[in-house]
């Protein structure tokens, strides 16, 4: 059985392996691109003939642009020198038909300086829209005097009843564009096909060069940054930044651009690939490569502790030195969290681990019980000696330990969720008492796990613990830890993963202070003796 189990760890560590190798073959050949090695059949920059360049972007509310006609010029800048960084802010007058629930496009040209780009047979454009369709986030109330923000400082301003039903325009106050600036000489019979979809292509003579290749950045659109727009709202600003962009980063953008549209197809809201959005605009380079490296040992451990807890727990005979208030204790305060998470919006990249947590921890809980009513007699009576002894010692510390923390631990949750409820807003009644819960299992959770850690006190042992299940837990704990920096998640939740690594901590300090002996009930119930 060991080496079944064995052999399944080492497969399952093996194609983890696999994965990891294949996912750095696969950036490599992203960011390097094979240059043309002669000259025939070779695509030349246009932009080593140093023309001189105009940079103009217009607004208007039609998806295809078929003259001048309807458009507004936002932003000309003459002498454009693809070299030089900048950063603009321009007052857009939204149209009438883009308050009313529309959508607002912006087309940015690139083009010879002093001909208009609809006279130049040399230009490069690209269009963006400047909205996009979120449902509001609903109004926080006082649930005592039913008094919001709002209104408090409006008392006449009054949104309609279905404003929190449909989806409205919001404005997107920012446009980030950049210029491929490598004289790369690309081989025509090998273009790399995600930056053939942004090149144009001219002859000039006997040679075929590639226009200026233009790129708008979406990743640097966050949802944090979005503005509602109303009927009342004539002008809105956008700031449009600059800057050169080499042909690897821009290569790795393009992929990392369509893996957040795949996402999208796939069923993911706007907010939870903005999670993924920041992880890549928010974080410099070599802290990027290292939340790929840890999210895939992310991945390996959370596979590997769900595994063996679920082995742990369905092998186990008996609750002999585990805190069934404990285990009680896990479930609810996962489900809890789940709840609050989901009640917030989560990132699906923190909601979806929770989700599966909770679901085993119930079936721990469904388990625990069964062994539990088991022993106190439910079952035929054939318990008994040492086993049975054993387990009334560790029903009796249980008890024990969290009678002395319900002396703490009542008056502060109950005392805190008052408080919230005077002076803190929220969506509704079922808002505020998941975050009274949620806010209890994060400031006083530590203290529930304190029962395990008095039974093994008592017991002075540890080997009723499932420790490999443990370990995999304890490096995504502080695997978690990175993350906590990184996704965007409540702070709440953010400080619960510091609190983790003091719990494991302490484990581990018992783990050497009460070693493990052949005489002692291990994690399966079973005694080497």
């Known amino acids: 059985m060991w080496s079944g189990r064995s052999s399944f760890t080492s497969l399952v560590v093996g194609v983890f392996v696999v994965y990891v190798v294949h996912t750095c073959w696969v950036m490599y050949g992203i960011v390097y691109t094979r240059p043309c090695a002669g000259d025939a059949n070779c695509i030349q920059p246009y932009l080593a003939r140093r023309p001189k360049l105009q940079l103009s972007v217009y607004t208007t509310t039609r998806s295809s642009l078929g003259a001048e006609n309807n458009v507004d010029l936002v932003l000309n800048v003459e002498d454009f020198d693809v070299e030089s960084k900048f950063e603009r802010t321009v007052n857009v007058s939204v149209p009438k038909k883009t308050r009313n629930n529309g959508t607002l496009y912006a087309y940015i040209f690139l083009h010879h300086a002093g001909i208009l780009p609809w006279h130049d047979g040399k230009q490069v454009h690209l269009v963006s829209p400047l909205t996009t369709y979120m449902i509001p986030k609903p109004e926080e109330i006082n649930l005592l005097t039913g008094e919001s923000a709002a209104q408090q400082q409006i008392e006449a301003d009054k949104k309609p009843s279905n404003a929190l039903d449909e989806p409205v325009s919001h404005w997107r106050p920012r446009l980030t564009l950049n210029v491929m600036v490598d004289d790369f000489v690309f081989d025509g019979s090998s273009l790399p096909a995600d930056v053939h979809r942004y ?22 659109n966050r949802v944090k940054d979005l503005m509602m727009i109303n009927r009342s709202t004539t002008e809105l600003p956008l700031t449009v930044s600059y800057d050169k962009i080499s042909l690897g980063r821009l290569r790795f953008w393009i992929h990392m651009q369509d893996a957040v549209y795949s996402l999208q197809q796939f069923g993911f809201s ?22 790929f490296s840890v999210a895939a040992f992310h991945l390996l451990f959370d596979f590997l502790a769900f595994k063996n807890d679920i082995s742990f727990w369905q092998k186990k005979k008996s609750m002999i030195g585990m805190s069934t208030k404990a285990v009680l204790w896990r479930c609810f305060s996962t489900v809890v969290i789940f709840l609050f998470l989901l009640d917030e919006q989560t990132s699906l990249l923190v909601l979806i681990p929770t989700g599966i947590g909770a679901a085993i921890e119930l079936w721990k ?25 054993s387990e009334k010692m560790t029903e009796k510390y249980d008890t024990q330990a969290m009678k002395y923390l319900s ?31 949620v806010n209890g299992v994060y400031a006083f959770g530590f203290l529930f796990m304190l029962p395990q850690l008095f039974v093994n006190y008592k017991m002075k042992s540890v080997a009723h613990l499932p420790w490999k299940a443990f370990t ?51 994690e399966y119930g079973e005694s080497y003796e």
């Not at 706007?270 to 939340?291: H, Q, R």
């Open 365 to 389: 809980v469904k388990k625990a019980l069964k062994m539990t009513v088991a022993w106190r007699g439910l079952r035929p009576m054939f318990q008994f000696g040492t086993c049975s002894e």
């Open 199 to 220: 090149m144009k292509m001219i002859q000039l003579g006997k040679t075929v060069h590639y226009l200026p290749i233009l790129f708008i950045d979406q990743l640097s």
């Open 472 to 522: 995999y837990k304890a490096f995504n704990t502080f695997i978690d830890d990175v993350f906590a920096f990184i996704i965007t998640m409540p702070t709440s939740h953010r400080l619960a993963c510091f609190r983790d690594d003091v719990v494991f901590l302490v484990y581990l300090y018992q783990r050497w202070l009460y070693p493990v002996d052949k005489s002692r009930v291990n």
């Open 407 to 437: 002396y703490l631990l009542y008056p502060l949750c109950v005392g805190g969720a008052v408080y919230s409820l005077l002076n803190i807003k929220y969506k509704s009644w079922y808002s505020w008492l998941i975050n009274s819960f």
């Open 270 to 291: 706007e907010k939870d690939a903005d999670e993924i959005k920041g992880i890549f605009v928010d974080t410099n380079s070599y802290l990027l490569a290292l939340t």
